[in-house]
């Protein structure tokens, strides 16, 4: 079975502090993608990556950034977290564009809350 | 842009009884559509995912249906049962060179023993 992990279920930060959440999937999995998901918005897309340090913008990449140093991690960061960043946060990945039929794999979610 | 929109936002159901939920989007130019279900405070678990292609997808209970034409789709559940009750997703992957997802908001079912 393919496993998306997330480092922390629940995070509590300060505005303004620097937050890193981070994505560990064990598929080997090109693809790799970070939502955030809010109620009445749904999942909107921030950033995804298709191949080690690549990345592209998703739908609401503003003050959020992404690395990915390894193929099997994938970290989004918050260079100054704020109070609208509260949010659920999910890590997806996905096997390569030569595979469209695969689905994405989502790991459990971070629900981060910024006071 | 790509719009998905689900109703009901909400079903409340009895155990045993069919029911349809309902997913449509405003471009047809999709890749696959795929139905999703997230337990609360959960990620999410995909449950069918049918090719423009195809009409239908089935797995046990579930049979899901697409008209790429019209811009729907339906998610039936069978004999509903209260293990059943989470919020059901619809997601559109666009026909793009990257597999972005385009999401709903989602019906959150709930089934009564």
Redesign the interface.
């Known amino acids: 079975d393919v496993k998306?992990t997330q480092s922390s279920r629940y995070l509590v930060k300060r505005t303004g502090e620097k937050v890193f959440l981070e994505c560990v999937q064990d598929m080997d999995h090109e693809?790799m993608f970070w939502y955030r998901q809010d109620p009445?918005?749904?999942?909107?897309?921030i950033y995804?990556s298709?191949d080690v340090k690549m990345k592209?913008k998703?739908d609401i990449p503003e003050g959020y950034s992404v690395s990915r140093e390894k193929k099997e991690r994938f970290s989004l960061i918050l260079e100054s977290a704020s109070t609208n960043q509260t949010s659920m946060y999910?890590c997806?990945s996905?096997a390569g564009?030569r595979l469209?039929?695969e689905?994405?794999?989502?790991?459990?979610?971070t629900?981060l809350l910024v006071l | 842009k790509q719009e998905v929109t689900q109703i009901p936002a909400a079903l409340s159901v009895p155990e045993g009884e069919n029911l349809v939920l309902n997913c449509s989007f405003t471009d047809s130019a999709i890749y696959n559509l795929q139905w999703f279900r997230q337990d609360p405070g959960k990620g999410l678990t995909s449950l069918l995912l049918i090719q423009s292609s195809q009409r239908e997808q089935t797995s046990g209970r579930l049979n899901a249906s697409l008209d790429k034409s019209s811009g729907r789709s339906t998610l039936y559940i069978a004999a509903s049962q209260p293990g059943d009750s989470a919020t059901y997703l619809c997601a559109v992957n666009m026909n793009t060179g990257f597999q972005k997802l385009v999401f709903g908001t989602g019906t959150r079912l709930l089934v009564s023993p």
């Not at chain 1, 689905?103 to 979610?109: A, E, L, V």
């Open positions: 998306v693809n009445g918005l749904g999942l909107r897309l995804f298709y592209e998703g999910l997806a996905k564009a469209l039929q689905t994405q794999y989502f790991g459990p979610g629900r």
